[in-house]
């Protein structure tokens, strides 16, 4: 009779499971985030920052699976595919996108290396630097950066964009940003997928641009009240534009009943 062959879990993998498995059936938010390339103290100080929302997890991609097995959960089920190393998994009672914004917001700004493409023009602006005149000098010749010396020190004379948005960011213009304290990237969590639980919903594009969120809301604000005003509908912010134009009104109908 042929021996059978039989795999052994440690008691170690199988607490792993149950505390992971255990997290997929309490928590209302998984949200899986790619951590490649992130260093291991920035990775610890992130998790610390996370840790009054979220349970943060690095788990072999097999126990990850086997804890989505071992669940019996349709909806985490959806997960699978986009379980992968390298990755961190969240485990939160946060909705998916308070959770995203929050790996976000814990971003730090980091070193440029040759080779990498500009994720936005790259300028340096006007003003004094802590570089002494020396071979700096012509470092920053050699980019078009107009310079004068102010107090010993190097001092940028105008704006010059170093790299424009989409291209590779050569040997030089790397060396110069490290010596000006240019920070052009950010690394941190990157949010891959997230999945809501409750509402059985799974989301893959989570893209979080406050900025533009921001400018796009003054933009709708600032096209709402003149509408508002215009036709009369009253509301806090526009009760008191609409008095106003009232009053101008009335004071146009005084004149043209003066005239006849």
């Known amino acids: 009779m042929a021996n059978q062959k039989t795999t052994h879990i440690s008691e170690e993998k199988r607490r792993a499971v149950s505390e992971l498995t255990n997290l997929i059936k309490t928590k209302k938010t998984i949200l899986i985030a790619s951590i490649k390339g992130l260093p291991t103290s920035q990775f610890q100080e992130i998790g610390k920052k996370l840790r009054a929302s979220a349970s943060v997890k690095v788990p072999k991609k097999n126990l990850m699976l086997k804890a989505i097995e071992q669940s019996k959960d349709e909806h985490a089920a959806q997960l699978k595919d986009y379980v992968k190393e390298s990755s961190a998994v969240l485990f939160s009672d946060l909705d998916s996108f308070d959770l995203a914004l929050e790996l976000i917001k814990n971003k730090s700004p980091s070193k440029a290396k040759a080779g990498q493409e500009a994720p936005e023009d790259i300028e340096i602006q006007p003003g004094p630097t802590e570089l002494v005149p020396g071979p700096a000098i012509s470092e920053l010749g050699a980019l078009g950066i107009k310079i004068q010396i102010e107090g010993g020190k190097i001092s940028i004379k105008e704006a010059k964009v170093?790299?424009?948005?989409?291209?590779?960011?050569?040997?030089?213009?790397?060396?110069?940003?490290?010596?000006?304290?240019?920070?052009?990237?950010?690394?941190?969590?990157?949010?891959?997928?997230?999945?809501?639980?409750?509402?059985?919903?799974?989301?893959?594009?989570?893209?979080?641009?406050?900025?533009?969120?921001?400018?796009?809301?003054?933009?709708?604000?600032?096209?709402?009240?003149?509408?508002?005003?215009n036709i009369a509908y009253t509301t806090p912010e526009t009760i008191g534009f609409i008095i106003g134009k009232a009053g101008m009104q009335a004071k146009a109908l005084e004149k043209l009943e003066v005239k006849e």
């Open 162 to 229: 170093l790299t424009r948005k989409g291209e590779k960011i050569s040997d030089k213009a790397c060396d110069i940003m490290s010596k000006l304290g240019i920070k052009p990237f950010s690394i941190g969590f990157i949010p891959l997928v997230a999945l809501d639980r409750a509402e059985g919903k799974i989301y893959t594009e989570i893209k979080i641009d406050r900025e533009e969120t921001l400018k796009s809301l003054r933009s709708a604000y600032g096209r709402a009240v003149p509408f508002a005003v």
